[in-house]
């Protein structure tokens, strides 16, 4: 079980972290790799191409202003994608419309802008469906977080 995990740009990085994070938490091997869709396009598709031969089966892909790159990799796998909007300009809102309106038979999944974990998290519920081990991680982590927020909500809050 491994997933992708591609940005379009260096200065994205920290905002991309999440997303390993969250895979690391549920033991899903990833790699992340820095790929432009305009930048270095013939790279970005000997990589596709390469992810599909290598058992990779989800990628993450972030990207901010015009964010083509979630598009570009989808029109060239049939591996699932998940979009995030990184916050670039217009407080993320062009990246978001990007990656969230895809034509027609081209999808790609979106998170929250900036919102990398819950990309991770997405990825894993989708290994899910195939890997026992992770959905038994899941409904474990589930149960945990709804333990710890009725604990730590048990007396009310101080206002």
């Not at 790609?108 to 890997?131: D, E, H, P, R």
């Not at 992770?134 to 149960?143: A, D, G, N, S, Y």
């Amino acid at each position: 079980m491994k997933v992708a995990i591609i940005f379009g740009s260096k200065s994205d990085t920290e905002k991309m972290k999440g997303a390993a994070t969250a895979l690391k938490e549920f033991g899903v091997e990833y790699k992340a790799y820095v790929l432009s869709a305009h930048r270095v396009p013939e790279k970005l598709s000997e990589v596709i191409k390469s992810l599909e031969n290598d058992g990779f089966e989800c990628i993450i892909a972030g990207a901010g202003l015009a964010a083509h790159l979630p598009g570009v990799i989808a029109s060239q796998t049939t591996l699932p994608v998940i979009g995030v909007p990184i916050n670039a300009a217009i407080d993320g809102l062009d990246s978001l419309f990007s990656i969230v309106q895809m034509p027609k038979n081209i999808p790609v999944a979106t998170v929250g802008i900036n919102n990398s974990y819950n990309a991770g998290m997405l990825a894993a519920q989708i290994l899910s469906i195939k890997y026992p081990e992770i959905k038994e991680k899941l409904v474990k982590f589930r149960q945990e977080m709804k333990e710890n927020f009725i604990k730590d909500n048990e007396e009310g809050v101080q206002l």
